[in-house]
């Protein structure tokens, strides 16, 4: 099957999956180490909305479909010597995680104010991406405050040691948490490929759907 043929499939399963919800969620799809011809395919057949982890590969993919409607969406961790750069490109920002990067982003020249998710950390691994429990509340004040971003909503990666269905259920305790800080920031980035019927089911508005419309990854970009 081609990745034009799996998109749609999945965009069937996701409309089955939606019925009944005010609004479907955003479908993004995840095209990190994949050629930019894999992008054209998916940008021909409809597809707006793409995701990557890493710079420069986000960049250079956005070079590549040189297309106005596109949305590019980062959704990898930010490094602090990157992030002023991928802000210049990516038009969401899907892993903000600590107030140092908006501190870098407010500093930063030439750099618009950018739709923003912030990420929780669902383990009790810091090396995964995420603020913890404790520092959730400091963060979303500080984010919410500040002309760098606007934030959308959280984000989060269900862990693998967790059900999914628990997982999607504290993402869900994090986005009510964040709306009592801001209100309209109610969009939670969240579903995969393996999860995502789970995650639509606790209030998804964003999936990050990788192999399951594109195939396989190869193994090095
Ligand atoms: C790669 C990636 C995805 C997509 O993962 P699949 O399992 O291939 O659907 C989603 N979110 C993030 C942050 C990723 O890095």
Avoid: C
């Amino acid at each position: 099957m081609s990745a034009g043929e799996r998109l749609d499939q999945f965009r069937a399963e996701l409309r089955e999956a939606s019925a009944g919800l005010a609004t479907a969620p955003t479908l993004i799809v995840v095209t990190k180490f994949h050629p930019d011809e894999l992008v054209r395919e998916l940008f021909e057949a409809g597809q707006r909305d793409f995701g990557e982890n890493r710079h420069p590969e986000a960049r250079n993919k956005r070079s590549g479909l040189d297309e106005e409607d596109a949305v590019w969406h980062f959704v990898g961790q930010l490094q602090r010597n990157k992030v002023r750069q991928v802000a210049r490109y990516a038009d969401v920002l899907h892993a903000v995680d600590r107030q140092e990067i908006i501190e870098l982003l407010e500093t930063g020249e030439d750099i618009p104010t950018r739709d923003a998710f912030l990420q929780i950390n669902l383990t009790d691994d810091p090396g995964r991406g995420g603020i913890d429990d404790a520092g959730f509340e400091a963060l979303a004040e500080r984010a919410v405050e500040s002309s760098a971003v606007r934030v959308l909503g959280v984000m989060a990666v269900a862990p693998l040691d967790e059900s999914p269905e628990r997982a999607h259920e504290r993402v869900a305790g994090y986005s009510e948490r964040l709306q009592r800080v801001a209100p309209e920031a109610s969009a939670i980035s969240s579903g995969m490929s393996s999860d995502w019927r789970s995650a639509v089911q606790h209030g998804a508005t964003h999936l990050r759907i990788g192999t399951a419309i594109t195939g396989s990854r190869p193994v090095s970009p």
